[in-house]
């Protein structure tokens, strides 16, 4: 099925400033729904965007903490609205209700799995030094590559850097979890070491996505947002360099600073 980012809509546009109501065409994002099955059970049903599906999945997975690498993958299969995932290890996943992954937040509905708590900390990977303007020029780059929301306005957007400010991976969903997920998934496929790299995205740092981070050995996650109290105490306890409103030429370091190397001295 071919990817549809955007869809043309007739909306009457009021504009008060210039005493004016008329119909334009605008652009709008379509919403996909994905049911994944993992090892012939199911286990979650994705509202998103309809790019790098496979990617999300098996980003999901990883920053889940549910798989510690690809090699623990067998197959994945895609059927229209469907992907069949099978893995070398068993899972428990007896749910009468699939998880409903939501665009605002990992919801869940009916019984379900218990939540998948960070798996490890990134305390060793004190070796990778980011000099702040390639942290400052990473946020350029995303927001330049964010096409479907300056169309719409409607998605999130993520990318993933190594540590001389090289793009990695890049994605734009209307949840903030699944672009997270997506960027995961590519750099997965392509083999990238987590522990030398940031994460920026532009979503709020809440405890579940600095955990996503922290499950793949990320070191640094960036984003143009506020971050939660939560999300400070997990990228603490983690030991995960976490800054947020990074916007223009300034960014705020919350915890393990360590990382970001002093250039004005």
Request: glycine letters at 8%; proline letters at 3%; charged letters at 25%.
């Amino acid at each position: 099925m071919e990817d549809i980012l955007t869809l043309g809509h007739d909306v009457l546009k009021v504009d008060l400033r210039r005493n004016s109501m008329k119909y334009v065409r605008d652009k709008i994002v379509p919403e996909r729904q994905i049911e994944l099955y993992v090892n012939g059970k199911t286990y979650a049903v994705f509202l998103c965007l309809g790019s790098k599906i496979k990617e999300l999945i098996v980003g999901h997975l990883l920053t889940e903490g549910l798989i510690d690498g690809i090699h623990e993958i067998e197959s994945v299969n895609v059927a229209e609205n469907k992907i069949y995932v099978h893995l070398a290890k068993e899972l428990n996943l007896s749910l009468e209700k699939p998880r409903i992954i939501l665009t605002m937040c990992s919801g869940r509905t009916g019984k379900v799995l218990p939540h998948v708590w960070m798996k490890r900390s990134v305390k060793e990977a004190h070796s990778i030094k980011v000099n702040p303007r390639v942290i400052i020029e990473a946020i350029k780059k995303l927001n330049s590559k964010a096409c479907v929301c300056k169309e719409t306005g409607a998605t999130h957007s993520s990318a993933l850097f190594n540590e001389r400010g090289e793009l990695l991976a890049f994605s734009e969903d209307i949840g903030r979890h699944n672009t997270i997920d997506k960027v995961v998934g590519e750099a997965a496929f392509k083999g990238v070491n987590f522990k030398k790299t940031l994460l920026v995205s532009t979503g709020r740092l809440t405890s579940e996505m600095v955990v996503k981070a922290a499950n793949v050995g990320i070191p640094i996650i960036v984003s143009l947002s506020a971050p939660t109290d939560r999300g400070i105490k997990i990228a603490e306890l983690a030991g995960l360099t976490l800054i947020g409103f990074a916007r223009g030429k300034r960014f705020n370091v919350y915890t393990h600073p360590e990382r970001i190397l002093n250039v004005f001295t």
